[in-house]
């Protein structure tokens, strides 16, 4: 049996100002951040910046970021040696310095190079 296709994870890291911290134990509503994605990235932006509640406003952070990484996502789910790419939205202080240090650096322009 060969290796694994690694699965890409796209991290967007914000500041705090931007993405509140989430109280302990809350989850996203995936339900909703579906909805936001089929709404387009005028409402999932809307919601990212002026939403009050942290949940809520990760959860227009998380559907802005589908949305923005929607092409490259479908480019590495066809990309061989890829098995497809994951985004995650964070702040700077969710970020743990081994995390940062560990993860390499990729080059992957040729995922969101629109075809001539």
Do not use: C
């Not at 931007?18 to 919601?47: C, F, S, T």
């Not at 589908?66 to 490259?72: G, S």
């Amino acid at each position: 049996m060969g290796a694994r296709s690694p699965t890409l994870r796209l991290l967007v890291v914000l500041e705090t100002p931007d993405l509140p911290h989430l109280p302990g134990g809350a989850d996203l509503d995936q339900a909703h951040i579906d909805n936001l994605v089929l709404r387009g990235h005028a409402e999932a932006a809307k919601v990212a910046i002026n939403a009050t509640d942290p949940i809520v406003r990760r959860e227009g952070w998380t559907a802005l970021v589908e949305l923005w990484a929607k092409d490259a996502v479908t480019r590495a789910s066809t990309t061989p040696g890829v098995d497809g790419l994951d985004t995650e939205v964070l702040f700077g202080d969710e970020l743990s310095f081994t995390r940062a240090r560990n993860a390499p650096e990729l080059y992957l322009a040729y995922l969101t190079t629109r075809a001539a």
